[in-house]
């Protein structure tokens, strides 16, 4: 059985840990390092070091109970959140003599709190793809991405679906359902995913997190004979970044520059509560490329955002109808400002956001909120990396869109 811990680790193989080689002066007084000092071999795609990092991204929450009858989600509890880069919330130890990484997320308005947990167990990095694979819900991404997987939990009870030891033992299997417990049912499984540093980057990736809450419960309705079960459901994503970032001070000040590079986002999207109250509301994930022009002259910033949906994960006694279908292109623009005194990188909003779906049409988000945050990270800026959030505006709709990025320069 895999137990239940406190903190997210990694193994030996894994390289997630501080950025090094700096060649300035190292002491205090500013004189140049000693001759013959060996060159540091430290860095974030190969760390010697503990260093811990703060993520910039989103969080979302959502919880809600089904029963065996067919009277859809009930008790429906929603929110998310998005940070700045002096806002963070999350942190991430990573220390590679022990091969530990500990995750950290207190965002309260987007009612996630994970209180620094630890996979230490060789057995907690997965894959898709065999016997043992990570849980429902786990985004299953381009393989060229080359994301690294952790999983954890424990449970207990029996399962009406799969048949399957893995979902109380803390083991994953991949699926487009969750579990379907039994009356007394209960498990709690989170997964930390992120894509591994110098795929595409040199000093910052970007991570993802998913927490499955589940319970099971048979119950009789008054004035009826006949049990039913509920299943209750407690869903909690993360996106976010983390790396070495720039100093201020080295931060380029003239001149322009184009990042280019890949984005994740968790996505809930549910436009027909207004047609049909009774309609479910599903997490799916997104990944895509992102393209940000900035001029470090007039601080402006300027994004382009297109991504591809994946397929929802459902749940037990519901309709599983949804309106996003698995392979819809979504694309986005936004704009933002240079303000590294106050914000501590760049800030924004999004101006356009649009679904094209097939078979249904395109559907354009009425935006009623939104945020666009990144930072620099490098020695000089070589690279950004950052979170943002587009929430729906239209009355009787749950749509919410919650993301992180990252990018370099040619």
């Known amino acids: 059985m ?7 680790a990694l193994s030996g193989a894994v390289t997630l840990a501080a950025c090094g080689g700096d060649t300035r002066p190292q002491t205090v007084g500013s004189a140049a390092a000693p001759v013959g000092t060996p060159t540091p071999t430290h860095s974030f795609v190969s760390p010697t070091e503990s260093k811990t990092y703060e993520g910039l991204g989103a969080v979302q929450h959502y919880q ?22 002096r806002d963070s919330g999350i942190s ?32 907690h990095r997965t894959d898709f793809g065999g016997a043992i694979q990570p849980q429902p819900g786990v985004p299953n991404f381009d393989s060229a991405r080359q994301i690294q997987y952790l999983e954890a939990g424990s449970g207990s009870g029996s399962l009406l679906s799969p048949a399957s030891a893995y979902y109380t033992s803390g083991y994953g299997a991949a699926g ?26 040199k000093y910052v990736t970007y991570a993802g997190f998913v927490r499955n809450t589940i319970s099971a419960a048979e119950e009789t309705p008054t004035g009826s004979v006949t049990p039913r079960l509920r299943e209750n459901y407690s869903l909690d994503r993360a996106a976010f970044v983390f790396g070495e970032r720039t100093n201020n001070t080295a931060v380029p000040k003239t001149g322009s520059g184009t990042y280019t590079g890949e984005m994740i986002a968790s996505v809930a999207f549910n436009p027909n509560l207004d047609t049909d109250p009774s309609a479910p509301t599903y997490l799916q994930w ?4 992102h393209s940000t022009d900035i001029n470090f002259a007039t601080l402006a910033v300027a994004s382009t955002f297109t991504g591809t949906m994946l397929a929802p994960t459902y749940d037990a006694y519901t309709s599983r109808v949804h309106s996003l279908p ?11 400002t240079i303000d590294l005194v106050n914000t501590g990188g760049f800030t924004g909003r999004f101006t356009t956001a649009t679904f094209t779906r097939p078979g249904l049409g395109s559907f354009t ?46």
């Open 176 to 201: 487009s359902t969750y579990a379907v417990g039994a009356d007394g049912y209960t498990s709690t499984n989170q997964t930390f995913f992120y894509q591994k540093p110098g795929t595409t980057t």
């Open 64 to 85: 809600y109970s089904t029963l065996s009858d067919g009277a859809g989600q009930a008790g429906q509890l929603y929110a998310g959140d998005a940070n700045t880069a």
């Open 365 to 410: 988000l009425l935006i009623a909120g939104s945020s666009f945050d990144g930072a620099f990270f490098g020695p000089n800026g070589q690279e950004i990396g950052g979170g943002w959030r587009i929430v729906g505006g239209t009355p009787d709709e749950r749509i919410d869109i919650l993301g992180a990025y990252t990018g370099k320069k040619p």
């Open 2 to 8: 895999r137990s239940f811990r406190n903190l997210v």
């Open 286 to 289: 997104m990944q895509g490329t």
């Open 326 to 336: 698995t392979g819809s292109v979504f694309s986005a623009n936004a704009i933002g």
């Open 92 to 123: 991430l130890t990573y220390n590679p003599r022990d091969a530990i990484f500990e995750l950290t997320i207190t965002r309260p308005k987007g009612m996630v709190n994970v209180a620094a947990f630890r996979f230490q167990d060789p057995a």
